[in-house]
Nanobody, 128 residues
Framework: QSQLVESGGGLVQPGGSLRLSCAAP????????IGWFRQAPGKEREGVSC????????NYADSVKGRFTISRDNAKNTVYLQANSLKPEDSATYYC?????????????????????WGQGTQVTVSS
């Protein structure tokens, strides 16, 4: 069964950094668009970032632009989300998700409805 496994979350002080990882033990991420989403308690899940199959196209939510960077290492079958200058409002459970896109290597979306494979999430807490 296709699944994703997130790791790298934790407790960090404001201004700190974390690198979240999204691994796909059961399939090749090279064939999939990957997105990162987050959900804070009492709030809806929101799209944070996405990366196309080629890695050339990325998108970010306005709230994380300039602070977060998404990347992929297809050789390691892993997608990363580098989160810098973290703020308390970044605290949430972070999920990665995948969707198979056969017709283009240069598209991605942060719309939750576009994704059909999800991980279990990793908790990020930003607090002093």
């Amino acid at each position: 069964q296709s699944q994703l496994v997130e790791s790298g979350g934790g407790l960090v002080q404001p201004g700190g950094s974390l690198r979240l990882s999204c691994a796909a033990p059961g399939f090749s991420v090279d064939d999939y668009v990957i997105g990162w989403f987050r959900q804070a308690p009492g709030k809806e899940r929101e799209g944070v970032s996405c990366i196309s199959r080629s890695g050339w196209v990325t998108n970010y939510a306005d709230s994380v632009k300039g602070r977060f960077t998404i990347s992929r290492d297809n050789a390691k079958n892993t997608v990363y989300l580098q989160a810098n200058s973290l703020k308390p409002e970044d605290s949430a459970t972070y999920y990665c998700a995948a969707t198979f896109v056969a017709y283009s290597r240069n598209l991605c979306s942060t719309l939750e409805s576009q994704y059909d494979i999800w991980g279990q999430g990793t908790q990020v807490t930003v607090s002093s």
